[in-house]
């Protein structure tokens, strides 16, 4: 087992948020690819887009569109608004008032 260092750390965060983000971009590229699949064979079958939007088919794309939208926020909007250290910080900021209290 190797020893816990800084570079391990780095390293294991820098490999789960890479995995996050590829995730994500799975998610949206499966996204695009099911819904273009679905608006096309409808289109297809109906001959024209304007039967699609007619026929409310939409909703499942919009549903998804959100789920998919709050996926992205949960990827990349936690290091926008709390900044990249804000975990250490943090675990910083309770260690040293889980030590002063046993004082």
Known sequence: MEPINDKNIQYERARKRV?????FYIH?????????????????????????????QFWGIGLWGIGLFAHGLSVFLPNFILGKNWEEKKIRELMERNRNLKI
């Open 19 to 23: 995995k996050e983000i590829k995730g």
């Open 28 to 56: 949206a590229l499966v996204y695009v690819l099911v819904n273009l699949f679905l608006i096309l064979s409808t289109s297809i079958k109906y001959d024209s887009f304007e039967t699609f939007f007619q026929q409310n």
